[in-house]
């Protein structure tokens, strides 16, 4: 172990955190912690191919988006001594319905149901306000012997939530990596989960009691159609998160053919509940 290591914090806009959540996904040779709206990355290598990326990446969004997108990133250099007991000590267990969700390193909670998720080696941990309001849903809405399909799984916490409630689950992603991950944690939490693929809900036959996505406002409205399309029948649920309060509207505009069951909120973050209006 090198006496020194290096010291990321990423703090990218809010509305495009995903984005660098998924770009990061993407080029990192290591883990990083996600806190508040930063992502940290320590490596114990030179920091500047990394910077540089993540700058290059910023300014190629801009100009495909045509906005400032200003990212800040700050370099530290540290001892390379207790920091993963100190970042342990930070991570915080987190009670979300009836679920428990805590790190490999934290003690079960009796009288709930606990899902394990490594911060380090993940993400979608329930500390986001996106993943803890759909954690929210699951746990209301959720019942055993469901069928149920997580799309964007990303660490396949909510999945993993849905096959702890007694559901037969499904889950994709167009990620590699959020497969990958996924299947692991599946494993870590000793549950089975049904089928899990790289690639969107289209490719699959089975229709669903619940369908579960938690992405961005955009795809969300991109994909409405074939989310639409996955639900059973009119009892069905649409479980939808990742949408930013200011584009809910524009959202719902997209599935202007379902009423509204519930609305969760956590900050500036909305996930909605979401039915087929019954036709006359």
């Known amino acids: 172990m090198n006496e020194y290591y290096y010291e990321l914090v990423v703090t990218p806009p809010t509305a495009y955190h995903e984005l660098f959540e998924d770009f990061l996904n993407d080029i990192l040779p290591v883990g990083y912690e996600e806190r508040d709206e930063s992502f940290i990355i320590r490596i114990e290598e030179d920091p500047q191919t990394i910077k540089w990326g993540i700058e290059q990446f910023a300014e190629a969004l801009g100009k495909a988006t045509s906005q ?33 969700i805590h790190p490999t390193w934290s003690e079960p909670k009796e009288g709930s149901i606990n899902i394990v998720i490594d911060p380090a080696l993940a993400f979608g941990t329930g500390h986001h306000p996106t993943t803890a309001t759909c954690l929210q849903a699951v746990s ?120 509204v069951v519930e609305r969760i909120t956590q900050d500036e973050w909305v996930s909605l509940v979401l039915k087929k209006k019954e036709t006359e």
């Not at 200003?70 to 915080?92: C, F, G, H, R």
């Open 68 to 100: 400032n997108i200003d990212v800040d990133i700050s370099v530290s250099k540290l001892k390379n001594s207790d920091w993963i007991e100190e970042y342990q000590k930070s991570v915080t267990p987190l009670q979300i319905g009836k679920f428990y």
């Open 140 to 259: 209301k809405y959720v019942k055993e012997s469901m069928e149920v399909c997580d799309v964007g799984c990303g660490s396949g916490i909510l999945a993993i939530a849905a096959a702890k409630l007694g559901a037969h689950v499904d889950a994709c992603d167009t990620d590699e990596v959020s497969v990958e991950n996924t299947l692991k944690n599946a494993q870590l939490n000793g549950v089975s989960l049904r089928n899990v693929w790289q690639g969107s809900i289209n490719k699959s036959e089975r229709k669903y009691d619940v369908v579960i996505a938690n992405i961005v406002a955009d795809v969300l409205i991109f994909l409405q159609k074939e989310l639409k399309n996955a639900l059973k029948n009119e009892n069905s649920l649409l479980i939808l998160s990742g949408i930013m309060d200011k584009y809910e509207q524009k959202v719902l505009a997209s599935y202007d053919d379902c009423e």
